[in-house]
């Protein structure tokens, strides 16, 4: 059985996982009311997964990483029941940061892409950047008079991302607005970072040893810090590559 204009109406309340399913469940159920409630949970779990779909593509993560993929046997000093909690999206909602601190190539950025990849599918903004691309955006926009837009847009994630603080130093602008981000999302928004640098050499990166504890200081308040440690994955694994006739 086909009806015009139920396919119109539902097209108008753009009900597009009932529309497609609604002859071909007709014929497995006998009772009405089972059958609407098969078809009003098709539509709800469509529009979950083009929410998860559409929030992923937002994220803009440089790489889809899981954490199925991700061998815990090479962090051993890493409490990994503590870690794995925030996949749930709980410090998100509590407002919480996580730091992930080690040096290069142990599975920072890797934990950090398939952490964002976890909270999109639970529902929460995401956005993955570098701490460069995030301060050079910070600078234009500042210079082109549209620094309040920018901070408004970020103010709109649940969870910033950034990747690769510490790698290069930053001049006073970039700090203070740097800075000013991360006391505009204290105790209201999530930052979850990776560093190389361990705490105490943040003064490198910060033009001041006082900037440097006031971020510190908000970001540690209400988070967790993990230290990665061990060999670079990328120079374990080079010798294991296929080599090239
Ligand atoms: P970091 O951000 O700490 O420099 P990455 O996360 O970029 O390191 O890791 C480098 C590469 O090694 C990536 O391809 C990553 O997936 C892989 N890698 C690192 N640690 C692990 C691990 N414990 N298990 C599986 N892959 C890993
Ligand atoms: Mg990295």
Redesign the pocket.
Known sequence: MQSPLLELQLRNLKLAAILENYRARLGEHTEPLPYLCDLIELEIAKRQENGTRARIAAAHFPTI?TLE????A??TQLPKAKLLEHFDGGFVTAHRNLILS??????????LCALGLALCTRGHRVRFTTAAALLMRLIAAKRDGTLQREYRTLDRLDVLLI?ELGYIPFEREATDLLFQLISQRYERRSIAL?TNLPFEKWTQVFPDEMTATAVIDRLVHHGAVFA?TGQ???LR?RGKEPKSA
């Open positions: 990483k993929s991700f061998d815990f090479l962090q080690g040096p290069p190539g142990v599975g920072k950025t890797h934990i990747d990776t990665f670079s994955h990328r694994t």
